[in-house]
């Protein structure tokens, strides 16, 4: 589907959506407690966006919680550890990366 996108940016060529026009989430998973979410973004890569489209580890926790909802673990599919597995380790979360 993104055959062109580089590894590790947030910027997307023109003809594909970019990061920032996603919402941070959305509903569950139909009859489960899964719920995906963008990537977050460490605090150095959210400076090359408009603050209002900032998500770190901590707004998305903030905005979870805002609509009731308790992370507990994360399954990151990204191939990369760049944005921000050691921030959500620092919380407490339960981590688990399986690069796809």
């Known amino acids: 589907m993104y055959t062109n996108i580089k590894q590790d940016t947030v910027c ?8 920032e026009e996603y919402s941070p989430y959305k509903y569950p998973v139909k009859g489960t407690r899964f719920l995906a979410f963008k990537v977050p ?21 903030e905005l979870l919680d805002k609509d009731n909802y308790k992370l507990g673990l994360i399954i990151d599919l990204t191939n990369t550890a760049r944005y921000y597995k050691p921030e959500f380790q620092y919380l407490l979360l339960l981590f688990h990366n399986w690069p796809l």
Do not use: A, G, M, T
């Not at 997307?12 to 990061?19: E, G, Q, V």
């Not at 605090?43 to 603050?51: E, G, V, W």
């Open 41 to 61: 973004l460490e605090q150095s890569i959210c400076f090359r966006l408009p603050k209002d489209k900032w998500l770190r580890p901590n707004d998305l926790l």
């Open 12 to 19: 997307l060529d023109d003809s594909k959506p970019r990061w």
